[in-house]
C-alpha cells in the first residue's frame, strides 16, 4: 500500500486539518509506505505573498513534524522541488475535460469571492493535485470530506489516461481516498453550517493548533450552539453536533459515547469539556513545534532528504507516462 497527502502551507492550520487529515497522516506513516507532501505550488493560485509563503511553509513543516510525522518512516517534502509534479501536471490535461474543471465546486467558489485576478492556476488546481498523487501510484488518499469532489476527478483522470494510453495496462493507478468517519467535516465554531477554515470561517470560530489554552478555551465557550437543551446530534442542532463530533474525534471514541456520557448535562459543560480535551490533545504539540520552529536549517534538511526520495519514484512513473504518451526521447532499449 503507498499512502500520500498534501497540504497547503497558508495561514495557521486548524483543528480541522488536525483532526480531518493530519492525524490520519500520522497513523498512515504506520500502515503502509507514506509520503506527504507541503504543496507550496498549489498556495500561488490564490494572492499569495512569496515572503510569507517561505515562512509559512517551515511553521507547517515544524507543525507536521511536532504531530508525529517521522522523516524516517515516511517522506515529507516540499512540492516544487520535485519537478516531476508540474510537467506531469501538463500531460495530464491532454486527458482532462476544461468543462469539468469549471464545474468544480472550489473553482466557483474562490473564483465568484476573489476581488483580484482570477488566475488560470485557481482552474488547473485539480489537475495539479492528480499529478501529486499518480505520479507515485498511490493507492490511498487521506483527506477531508472537502476533499471528495477533487479526488472523484483524480481517479477519473487516472482511468481516461489509462483507456486513451495504456493499451491495456494500468499505466496510473486508481486511488482511494480515505475520508474519516468522524471528524471529516469539523465546523466553524461561530457559524457551524460552515465548514472551520482558514479562508472562508471566522476568526473566533476557527481554532488554530498552536492557539494559547485560554484562547482555546474563550472560543468554545462561545461557540454558537443551538436552541433546545439536549446534548445529541441532530440535522437541527449543528453547533451541538460539531462539538459532540469534536470531542469524540479528539477522544478517539464514537460520538455516540459522547452523546451516552453527556446525557443530561447542560451545553455549557459540553463547551467545558470539549475545550479541556481539546486544550490537552494540542498542548503536547505546540511545545513539541516550539523546538522543531527554530531550527531552519534542519527543516530543510529534512525536506531535501524528502525530496530526493520522492523524486527517485515519480522519475520513474514520468519515464512511463512519457514513453506512452511519445513525448521526449525515446527511452534507450526500447523497440520503435
Ligand atoms: P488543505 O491544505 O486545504 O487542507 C489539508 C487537509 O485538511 C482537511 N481539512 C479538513 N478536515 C476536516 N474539517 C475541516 N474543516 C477541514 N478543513 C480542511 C482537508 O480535507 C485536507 O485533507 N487541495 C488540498 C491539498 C492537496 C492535496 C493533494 C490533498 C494538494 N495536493 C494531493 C491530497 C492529495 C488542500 O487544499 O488541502
Not at 142 to 150: A, I, K, L, N
Not at 299 to 327: H, N, P, Q, Y
Request: proline share 4%; net charge negative; hydrophobic share 40%.
Amino acid at each position: 500500500m503507498r499512502i500520500f497527502s498534501g497540504i497547503q502551507p497558508t495561514g495557521s492550520k486548524h483543528l480541522g486539518n488536525y483532526i480531518g487529515a493530519i492525524t490520519q497522516y500520522v497513523a498512515g506513516q504506520e500502515r503502509g509506505e507514506a509520503l506527504f507532501c507541503i504543496v507550496d505550488l498549489h498556495a500561488t493560485t490564490m494572492p499569495y505573498d512569496p515572503v510569507e509563503l517561505r515562512r509559512s511553509l517551515y511553521d507547517l513543516t515544524a507543525l507536521l513534524l511536532a504531530a508525529g510525522l517521522d522523516p524516517k518512516r515516511c517522506i515529507l517534502f516540499r512540492q516544487a522541488d520535485v519537478m516531476e509534479h508540474t510537467e506531469l501536471c501538463w500531460l495530464l490535461c491532454s486527458v482532462t475535460e476544461l468543462g469539468r474543471l469549471q464545474r468544480m465546486h472550489q473553482f466557483r467558489d474562490k473564483s465568484t469571492t476573489q476581488r483580484e485576478l482570477v488566475s488560470a492556476g485557481l482552474l488547473f488546481y485539480p489537475v495539479l493535485q492528480a499529478a501529486d498523487v499518480l505520479a507515485y501510484r498511490a493507492t490511498e488518499v487521506p483527506v477531508g470530506e472537502d476533499q471528495r469532489e477533487h479526488l472523484e476527478l483524480m481517479r477519473d483522470v487516472a482511468r481516461r489516461f489509462n483507456a486513451r494510453f495504456g493499451g491495456g495496462d494500468e499505466v496510473l493507478v486508481v486511488p482511494e481516498h480515505r475520508i474519516p468517519e468522524v471528524g471529516a467535516r469539523i465546523m466553524d465554531l461561530q457559524d457551524p453550517t460552515k465548514k472551520m477554515s482558514t479562508t472562508g470561517g471566522s476568526e473566533q470560530g476557527t481554532v488554530y493548533v498552536l492557539d494559547e489554552p485560554k484562547v482555546i478555551e474563550k472560543k468554545f465557550k462561545s461557540a454558537v450552539t443551538d436552541s433546545g437543551s439536549e446534548v445529541r446530534r441532530a440535522p437541527e442542532k449543528p453547533g451541538v453536533s460539531n462539538l459532540i463530533e469534536i470531542l469524540a474525534a479528539v477522544r478517539g471514541v464514537a460520538p455516540e459515547a459522547v452523546e451516552g456520557e453527556l446525557a443530561g448535562a447542560r451545553y455549557g459543560e459540553l463547551k467545558a469539556a470539549v475545550a479541556a480535551a481539546v486544550i490537552d490533545y494540542l498542548r503536547p504539540v505546540a511545545e513539541r513545534y516550539g523546538d522543531l520552529r527554530s531550527d531552519e536549517a534542519a527543516l530543510e534538511s529534512i525536506l531535501a532528504d524528502g525530496a530526493e526520495r520522492a523524486r527517485k519514484i515519480a522519475g520513474e512513473t514520468l519515464g512511463d507516462v512519457r514513453e506512452r504518451m511519445g513525448v521526449g526521447a525515446r527511452r534507450a532499449g526500447r523497440p520503435s
